[in-house]
C-alpha cells in the first residue's frame, strides 16, 4: 500500500521561509560588511601611502638628495628607514624622468618606475592602484620641489595583498555578527513556528483555506444569529441573521473587532455579550422581537481555562409567540363554547327530569328564564354580529365566568363598524383582558364582576374596548411593566405566563392602536384599535 506524502503544514512551511529569509539576509549582510571593510582598508592604505610620500617629498634631505652626484646612496637608507616605520611596502624615490633612485629590491634601483607619473610630473599629487614589480598595489605619487621646480618624484605604496591580509582580521567580527544574526532570526522562527503551530495544528494551507470556505457558508446559511467576540469582549463576527435580528450593518467578510457599545444592540442583549458568561435559553426583547440568547465561553483545545471570546446563538420566538397567542385565543374561545354548552346541558337535564316527574309547567317556568335571559344576552353582543367569533367569545365567557362566580355584563353598541384586526388578533385582545379580569375578580372578597363595553369612535375612526373588574387592581410599583414579555403578577402555568399583555399591545399597535391601565376602583383596561379601511 502506497502511503500519502504528508506535506509541510502553515507553520512549518512559514518556520522554513523565515529560516531562508535569515540565511539570505546574512549572507548579504556578511557580504555588504566584506566589501565595506575592504573600502575601508584601501582608504586606509591610501591615506597612509599619501602621508608618507609627501612627508618625504618635503623632506630637505630627499630634496638635495635627488639633486645630489650619488642620490642613491644618500637616499636608499633614508628610503628602508621609512618603510620600517610606517609600515608601508615600498618608497621609491625617483628623478623627474621616473628613473629610480631608490627600491626595496636594489636590482630595481636605476631603471624606469612603472606606474602613472604624468601629474607628478606637472607638479600634482597622484593616488592610484597599479599593478608594478611588487605585484598589484595603492600607490601615491608626489613630486618633490626645488623653488616651485621639479627636481624628482617620491612614490610610496602598500601591497593589495597586505590590503587583504589587515581585512582578514576582521573577518571572525564579520563572521561572529552573521552567526548572532542567524541565531537570533532562527530563534524568531522557531517561535512564530509555535504559535502557528497553536493556532492552525498540523493544517496544509489549502486545507485552512477550505475550512475557512466552509466555515464563511456555515456562518452565513444558517437560521440562527451567531455573534463572535474575542477575548477582549469585541464583537469580531456576526451572521446575516444576526444582522436581521439585531439591525446590524450587513455583515461582512473583512470586518474589524468592533467594541459592542459601538453596535446599539438592545441593553440587555448587549449587557450579556458584555458580560461573557455562559447563558442558556433567556429571553429578551428586541424592538418587536423576542429573542432566545445562548451563550457559551470559547475556550482552546488542550483544557486552558482562558477564554478566547464567546459564542452567542440568538434565536428569533416571535412568530412562534405569536403563533402560541392565536393557539391560546382558539384554546379560550373552545373553554367558553364548552362551558356554554356545559350549562345547557345541565339545563336541558333538568327540563327533562321535570318532564319525567311530571312537571310540565316548572319545566315551561325554567325554559321560559332561560330563553329570556339568552334573549338579553344576545341583545346585549348584538353590536358584534358582524365579528361572529366575538360574540360567540363573549357569550362563552358569560358561561366561563358564572361557573367561577363572575357575573359577567356585556355591553356592545349596536351597528359597530368592521375592525381592522382579523378575526383571529380580536378574539386574542378580547379574549387575554376578559380572561384577566376574570381572574381578578375571582380573587375578590365582595361581589365578583367584570364589565366589558365595546363601543365606537366613529368621529376618529377607532373602536374601543373597555374591561373593568371587582379585583384588587395593580400594584402601582409593576404597572410599567405589565406589558413586557414574560413578566406577571400570577403563578407560571405550564406553559408560561407574561405574554397575554405584551401580545395585546402588539397587536394594537401593529393596527394602530394602543391599551392603557386606569387604576381603580374599579380596574379598568381601555383597548383601541382602528376600523377597517
Not at 512549518?12 to 523565515?18: G, V
Not at 358569560?398 to 380580536?426: F, I, K, Y
Not at 365582595?446 to 395593580?474: F, H, N
Amino acid at each position: 500500500m502506497v502511503r500519502a506524502r504528508r506535506r509541510w503544514s502553515i507553520a512549518s512551511r512559514i518556520f522554513a521561509l523565515q529560516l531562508v529569509a535569515v540565511l539570505v539576509v546574512a549572507g548579504a549582510l556578511t557580504l555588504i560588511l566584506w566589501l565595506s571593510s575592504r573600502q575601508s582598508a584601501n582608504e586606509t592604505a591610501t591615506r597612509v601611502s599619501l602621508a608618507v610620500a609627501s612627508t618625504l617629498a618635503h623632506d630637505p634631505a630627499v630634496v638635495s638628495g635627488v639633486q645630489a652626484l650619488q642620490p642613491t646612496a644618500r637616499l636608499q637608507p633614508l628610503a628602508l628607514e621609512e618603510m620600517h616605520a610606517t609600515g608601508v611596502d615600498f618608497v621609491t624615490i625617483m628623478d623627474p624622468s621616473g628613473t629610480r633612485f631608490t627600491h626595496p629590491n636594489p636590482a630595481e634601483i636605476g631603471k624606469k618606475y612603472i606606474g602613472t607619473i604624468a601629474p607628478a610630473q606637472a607638479g600634482r599629487t597622484l593616488t592610484e592602484t597599479y599593478t608594478g614589480t611588487l605585484g598589484p598595489s595603492v600607490r601615491a605619487v608626489v613630486p618633490v620641489l626645488d623653488h616651485g621646480t621639479v627636481v624628482g618624484m617620491v612614490a610610496a605604496g602598500v601591497t593589495e595583498s597586505n590590503v587583504t591580509s589587515s581585512v582578514a582580521a576582521r573577518i571572525p567580527f564579520v563572521l561572529a555578527g552573521a552567526v548572532l544574526l542567524v541565531l537570533i532570526g532562527t530563534l524568531g522562527a522557531m517561535l512564530a513556528r509555535r504559535f502557528l503551530s497553536r493556532v492552525t495544528g498540523a493544517m496544509q494551507p489549502t486545507e485552512l483555506s477550505r475550512m475557512v470556505t466552509y466555515y464563511q457558508s456555515v456562518l452565513h446559511s444558517v437560521r440562527e444569529g451567531l455573534i463572535l467576540t474575542d477575548e477582549k469582549g469585541r464583537v469580531v463576527l456576526y451572521n446575516d441573521e444576526a444582522a436581521d435580528l439585531l439591525d446590524l450593518p450587513p455583515a461582512s467578510g473583512d470586518q474589524q473587532p468592533v467594541p459592542v457599545s459601538e453596535l446599539e444592540l438592545p441593553a440587555a442583549i448587549a449587557e450579556v455579550i458584555s458580560g461573557g458568561g455562559r447563558v442558556t435559553d433567556q429571553t429578551y426583547v428586541a424592538g418587536r422581537r423576542l429573542i432566545v440568547v445562548n451563550q457559551e465561553p470559547a475556550t482552546p483545545a488542550g483544557g486552558s481555562r482562558q477564554a478566547l471570546g464567546t459564542l452567542t446563538m440568538l434565536r428569533d420566538r416571535t412568530e412562534v409567540q405569536r403563533l402560541a397567542g392565536e393557539l391560546e385565543s382558539v384554546r379560550t374561545l373552545t373553554e367558553a363554547l364548552q362551558s356554554q354548552s356545559h350549562e345547557y346541558t345541565n339545563r336541558l337535564h333538568t327540563v327533562v327530569s321535570l318532564l319525567e316527574l311530571g312537571r310540565p309547567e316548572e319545566a315551561i317556568e325554567l325554559i321560559a328564564e332561560q330563553v329570556e335571559r339568552s334573549q338579553s344576552l344576545a341583545d346585549d353582543v348584538l353590536g358584534a354580529a358582524n365579528q361572529p367569533a366575538v360574540a360567540a367569545l363573549l357569550l362563552g365567557k358569560v358561561a366561563q365566568a358564572a361557573e367561577r362566580g363572575v357575573e359577567l355584563q356585556v355591553a356592545v353598541d349596536e351597528g359597530l363598524p368592521d375592525s381592522r384586526l382579523s378575526p383571529v388578533d380580536l378574539v386574542s385582545v378580547v379574549g387575554n383582558l376578559v380572561d384577566n379580569a376574570i381572574d381578578a375578580a375571582a380573587e375578590s372578597a365582595g361581589p365578583a364582576w367584570v364589565r366589558v363595553t365595546l363601543t365606537a369612535d366613529r368621529a376618529e375612526g377607532m373602536l374601543e374596548l373597555t374591561v373593568a373588574d371587582s379585583g384588587g387592581g395593580v400594584d402601582a410599583t409593576v404597572a410599567d411593566r405589565i406589558y413586557t414579555r414574560g413578566f406577571s403578577t400570577k403563578p407560571s402555568g405550564p406553559t408560561g405566563r407574561g405574554f397575554g399583555l405584551a401580545l395585546v399591545r402588539e397587536l394594537l399597535e401593529s393596527n394602530g392602536g394602543s391599551i392603557h391601565l386606569r387604576q381603580g376602583p374599579p380596574t379598568e383596561f381601555v383597548a383601541r384599535w382602528a376600523v377597517a379601511a
